[in-house]
């Protein structure tokens, strides 16, 4: 009996675990989908309830933490906005679009010289498109 569990256990209990984390992950990647869907429809209320959920599991996303921190924002969850808006900062320094969008929370959250300075940083920065 004993070498029947452990049989069973080298065995089968592995194949049961990966079956579980490939589900796991077709979940996050479903959940994921549907919240892009709702930001690129303009349904921020939706989108950020998704991205605020999902986010945990994807601290090193920069899109994810980005369209988290566009949905708080038209939302009202300022600080939540600039929190995410921060976190791809650090993943992505050079990103002009999270630039902008952390001067807008700034002047949001009445913090005003913060605001003046992202702002003149993007405006300074020669990349940026003429229109």
């Known amino acids: 009996m004993k070498k029947f569990f452990l049989v069973f256990l080298v065995f089968f209990f ?9 589900g796991v992950s077709a979940s996050l990647d479903k959940q994921y ?3 892009l869907s709702a930001y690129k429809s303009k349904n921020f209320k ?13 601290l090193s996303d920069a899109k ?41 929370t700034y002047f949001m959250l009445k913090m005003y010289k913060d605001s003046q300075n992202a702002f003149e940083e993007v405006l300074s920065n020669p990349n940026i498109p003429q229109n």
């Open 46 to 58: 939706k989108s950020y309830d998704v991205f605020s959920k999902l986010y945990l599991t994807k």
């Open 64 to 104: 994810l933490n980005f369209y988290l921190g566009r949905s708080a924002y038209e939302t009202g969850h300022y600080e939540i906005a600039l929190a995410a808006f921060e976190r791809v900062e650090m993943l992505d320094p050079g990103n002009l679009r999270n630039k902008l969008e952390m001067a807008r």
């Open 33 to 35: 989908k549907d919240g």
């Open 14 to 22: 592995p194949l049961y675990l990966f079956g579980v984390g490939v």
